[in-house]
């Protein structure tokens, strides 16, 4: 009996496990990928992880400690030095960043920190130690990744890719807004100058370069409202996963 009933355990474990999916969501700065992906991982259960917060924490390391960008050598050394870890706070509902034990959530998002990101992340070192990680993460599936790379570099087998577009301007005027709450000294000059400078060097950059996957789908939320994306996105997973079944 005893026997039956871990055989029938078993197989609905197997059948919970293989259900679930990796979902990828690419795309251009501040244009929503992170709300998205939050929500989707909440709904489903799933791990959430900004791979974005990975590339700054890494950027902040660089900057407190003066590494020199062009120097190989110091920038391999510094990363031997770097732990990473995601750590999920029930009071804002998301995982949090850690650098070494320091929770490094909000300060990377500074601006300081965005004027640097990304010369660091398009360094092949600093690609290959993130991207490591990544894949470690997704070994399991039940995860929701964001970032540049994700479906074609991380995860090119995902089950279900989104990339996400917004016209500049409403681009500019949500992340402005987000940090002006944070810091009223900002201007929108500077957010919008930071936003199109880290879209072009993401995307013109030798190593896994933005650029949207051949088979993800395209969601272009410039006059969605948060709901709406969400709400087609979930049907997108719930479709996937279905036909996992
Ligand atoms: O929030 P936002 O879309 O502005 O950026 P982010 O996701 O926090 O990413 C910050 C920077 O990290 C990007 O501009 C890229 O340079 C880099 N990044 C990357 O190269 N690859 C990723 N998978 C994620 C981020």
């Known amino acids: 009996m005893k026997e039956y009933q871990s055989t029938v355990l078993l197989f609905y474990f197997c059948q919970v496990v293989a259900k679930k999916i990796i979902i990828t969501i690419d795309g251009w700065s501040s244009c929503g990928k992170s709300t998205l992906a939050k929500q989707l991982a909440k709904e489903l259960g799933y791990l959430y992880v900004d791979s974005g917060a990975m590339y700054r924490a890494i950027t902040l390391y660089f900057l407190r400690n003066n590494i020199d960008l062009a120097e190989k050598k110091e920038v ?79 995860f090119p087998k995902a089950e279900l890719k989104i990339f996400m577009t917004a016209d500049n301007a409403i681009r500019v005027q949500r992340r402005f807004k987000e940090l002006y709450e944070k810091n009223p000294n900002v201007t929108i000059e500077e957010v919008k100058d930071n936003l199109e400078m880290r879209d072009y060097i993401d995307s013109h950059r030798e190593v896994s370069p933005l650029r949207k996957a051949k088979d993800a789908i395209e969601l272009d939320n410039t006059n969605l409202t948060e709901k709406e994306q969400f709400s087609k996105a979930l049907i997108l997973a719930r479709d996937k996963i279905a036909q996992l079944k």
Request: charged share 30%.
């Open 76 to 154: 391999k050394e510094a990363l031997k030095s770097i732990s990473l870890e995601f750590v999920f706070n029930p009071k804002s509902s998301s995982s949090e960043i850690y650098l070494n034990d320091e929770n490094v959530e909000y300060v990377i998002r500074d601006m300081v920190v965005a004027e640097k990101v990304s010369d660091v992340a398009a360094i092949k070192e600093v690609r290959e130690f993130a991207v490591a990680q990544q894949q470690l993460m997704g070994k399991k599936k039940g995860i929701v990744m964001d970032g540049r790379d994700i479906g074609t570099v991380v």
